[in-house]
């Protein structure tokens, strides 16, 4: 069964640094590139960054930019979101989701991660 | 303020037929980037409902239809029932290389 799990979410002061991680099972990681996609309490959905199949290529939304950072671990099977210099705006349900491939859209998501930037 | 724009909300009687529009630009969907649409029920994840303007993937039913037209597309259910009560978002891409979706819109059935 195709899957992705994230982890790493928690509660962090602003200013501070959190790393999420997306594991997926099922299908194998690097045959695909992949998404992060934050959703703010009672908000819309929000693309934050991609990374492509074999991490060469990366690019964030202009509101993370310079401060987020995605990166993939093939031999884990897993992909993960650096985020420092948090903001209280950062505050959201983290969900990591994989790439179509062929049309450019997210065909599987995970649970997603509860990230709460507060002081 | 989405990038691409969507009703708050929408509403309809079970059996009745309703659409949701997506109103992008020049620069995503009129570009020719694709349009998808994701369902999310309350608590959820999204879910892919239709992807490449039209297609459904494996298991949406034939209610769900998306069409596509210049810098614009919409999502139609047809036959509603009480369980197609969610949130839906459509999505595309931006010539920023950016992902780009629309506000949502919440459809209640009635």
């Known amino acids: 069964q195709v899957q992705l799990a994230e982890s790493g979410g928690g509660v962090v002061q602003p200013g501070r640094s959190l790393r999420l991680s997306c594991e997926g099972s099922g299908f194998t990681l690097s045959s695909h590139a992949m998404h992060w996609v934050r959703q703010a309490p009672g908000k819309g959905l929000e693309w934050v960054a991609v990374?492509?199949?074999?991490?060469?290529?990366?690019y964030n939304s202009e509101v993370v930019k310079g401060r987020f950072t995605i990166s993939r671990d093939t031999s884990k099977n897993m992909v993960h979101l650096q985020m420092d210099s948090l903001r209280a705006e950062d505050t959201a349900v983290y969900y990591c989701?994989?790439?179509?491939?062929?049309?450019?859209?997210?065909?599987?998501w995970g649970q997603g991660t509860m990230v709460t930037v507060f002081s | 303020q989405s990038v691409l724009t969507q009703p708050p909300s929408v509403s309809g009687a079970p059996g009745q037929r309703v659409t949701i529009s997506c109103a992008g630009s020049s620069s995503n969907i009129g570009a020719g980037y694709d349009v998808h649409w994701y369902q999310q029920l309350p608590g959820t994840s999204p879910k892919l409902l239709i992807y490449g303007n039209s297609n459904r993937p494996s298991g949406v039913p034939d209610r769900f239809s998306g069409s596509k037209s210049g810098t614009a597309a919409s999502l139609a259910i047809t036959g509603l029932l009480g369980e197609d009560e969610a949130d839906y978002y459509c999505q595309s891409y931006d010539s920023s290389l950016s992902g780009v979706f629309g506000g949502g819109t919440k459809l209640t059935v009635l």
């Open positions: 990374i492509s199949n074999d991490g060469t290529d990366n």
């Open positions: 989701a994989r790439d179509h491939g062929y049309f450019d859209c997210f065909d599987v």
